[in-house]
């Protein structure tokens, strides 16, 4: 069974602070891990992927992630958070896909990027 | 390219009716799925298709819910006798095998449904 766990349902920074959302996921086989955004009243948008060819992940709008096996983590970074950073974004896991694809989803963490 | 569509954005009904949506996924992307994501949680799976054949369905898709993808191009999900505890977005992707292990999904804007 594959889960993902987001710590921290609320996170708050300044414009241009460092942005870091925490992921950990627990799963069985080999994972793919994607971070997702979210704006108000939209479907997810991908920021980026892991797949497994390197453990540095980079993504659109400088946001980037480092898939750590032995932490079972898969933390989301910026260095400089910008106000239309401010949305949802959730962590997902899945198998491949010729085990289906479903994508397992954390719950979320908001961000907000104050002036 | 214009992306996944889905109709319609908004829905409002009253408990006991029945409701459908539709999802066009992005021109032949062979698998489209299904999610349901409620207030305040990530998005749930709930079934997908590949080409015209549902593969799986999650047990939150109760009987009351039925998918289909009739010719392996848009997808309805339709919701018979619906309860309140049905008001959530409903929320479909698309995908196409590449050549890495595992496809990437993109999503519509989703189908909010209200039940009184």
């Known amino acids: 069974a594959q889960s993902v766990t987001q710590l921290g349902s609320h996170v708050s920074v300044s414009e241009g602070a460092l942005v870091l959302l925490r992921c950990n996921y627990s799963s069985s086989v080999p994972p793919y891990l994607f971070w997702y955004v979210q704006y108000p009243n939209q479907g997810l948008q991908l920021l980026l992927k892991y797949t497994s060819a390197a453990t540095l992940v980079k993504g659109i709008n400088d946001f980037e992630a480092e898939f750590k096996k032995s932490e079972t983590s898969f933390h989301l970074t910026k260095p400089s958070a910008h106000m239309s950073d401010a949305a949802e974004y959730f962590c997902a896991v899945s198998g491949t896909y010729n085990q289906g694809g479903k994508l397992i989803f954390g719950q979320g963490t908001e961000l907000s990027v104050k002036p | 390219d214009t992306g996944v569509s889905q109709d319609p954005r908004h829905k409002i009904t009253k408990r006991g009716q029945n409701v459908t949506f539709r999802c066009d996924p992005i021109s032949e992307h062979n698998r489209l799925y299904w999610y349901r994501q409620t207030l305040g949680q990530g998005p749930e799976f709930l079934t997908y298709f590949q080409n015209e054949a549902q593969l799986e369905k999650s047990r939150l898709l109760s009987d009351r819910f039925s998918a289909e993808r009739p010719k392996g191009s848009f997808s309805t999900l339709e919701i018979q006798r619906t309860e309140q505890g049905d008001s959530a977005m409903y929320l479909c992707?698309?995908?196409?095998?590449?050549?890495?292990?595992?496809?990437?999904?993109?999503f519509g804007p989703g189908t909010r449904l209200t039940v009184l």
């Open positions: 992707a698309s995908s196409q095998r590449t050549s890495g292990p595992t496809d990437t999904q993109y």
